[in-house]
Nanobody, 129 residues
């Protein structure tokens, strides 16, 4: 079973930056499609960004394109999300997620449809205006 642990959340002013990290254990992350989801107050959980096992296929939600960058390092089973130019509407709980499958279609289905096999406990991101 995959275990996911997030870190790096916090509070920043609008326009600031944060970097989230997620460490996967229980399986070689090279077999996993990974992603970040967020749940903002009063909204359903949404896919923010997902990345294929090789890192060659990436999905970004329209709301974060050009501001967020997802990356992964399979040698240390870690995925990161660099968040720049943060806005108050980026506030929410950010969850790391994993699917034990790979391919470009998996990236799309994971983030687009919110499908995941495993979830982290979440980390709070608060952006003040």
């Amino acid at each position: 079973q995959v275990q996911l642990v997030e870190s790096g959340g916090g509070s920043v002013q609008s326009g600031g930056s944060l970097r989230l990290s997620c460490v996967a254990s229980g399986v070689n992350s090279g077999y996993l499609t990974l992603g970040w989801f967020r749940q903002s107050p009063g909204k359903e959980r949404e896919g923010v960004s997902c990345i294929s096992n090789s890192g060659s296929n990436i999905y970004y939600a329209d709301s974060v394109k050009g501001r967020f960058t997802i990356s992964r390092d399979n040698s240390v089973n870690t995925m990161s999300l660099q968040m720049n130019s943060l806005r108050p509407e980026d506030t929410g709980i950010y969850y790391c997620a994993a699917v034990e499958d790979w391919g470009s279609s998996v990236v799309q289905s994971m983030c687009g449809a919110g499908k995941s096999d495993s979830w982290g406990q979440g980390t709070q991101v608060t952006v003040a205006s």
